[in-house]
């Protein structure tokens, strides 16, 4: 099951880094909306670390950085996931959205993250169609089909 969980990690942070560098071409037009979005799933993954490794939280879910840093954060993010799934620890207890400590299953903790940044992506493709510059798409198919 990790090994499932390892590539649909590396596939979101294919996609990730795709947008994160589609943003960088069109810094000249993007929004607030589009930076806070993209912050928005590096923090989310960020925290999801750090209620695993029993850290202290550093930032909020809303904080924004600069565009520019977005690939090394999203880096960084996919670095410690990997070794958060490289542990032998199947389940977890972390504190949920109403401050309530639960225990969940890896495979649920991360299916969760997926379908986070997902969700995100798609709104930052919106915000781009808004502003009607060109929409980055994604296919897990075509994405394995170029391993």
Known sequence: MKSFLKDKLAYDMACNLDWSRHICLHDDFINGAIKKEMSHIINYHHQLNQSLLAEEHESELWDRFAIYD?????????IRTQSILDNEQSHYTIEDTLGNFQNYAI???????????SHH???????????????????????????
């Open 70 to 78: 977005f690939e090394a954060l999203h880096h960084d993010n996919y």
């Open 121 to 147: 992506r798609a709104k930052l493709a919106l915000h781009f169609k808004n502003l009607e510059l060109p929409v980055k798409t994604h296919s897990y198919l075509l994405y394995k089909k170029g391993l």
């Open 107 to 117: 495979e649920d903790l991360i299916f969760d993250l997926l379908q986070h940044s």
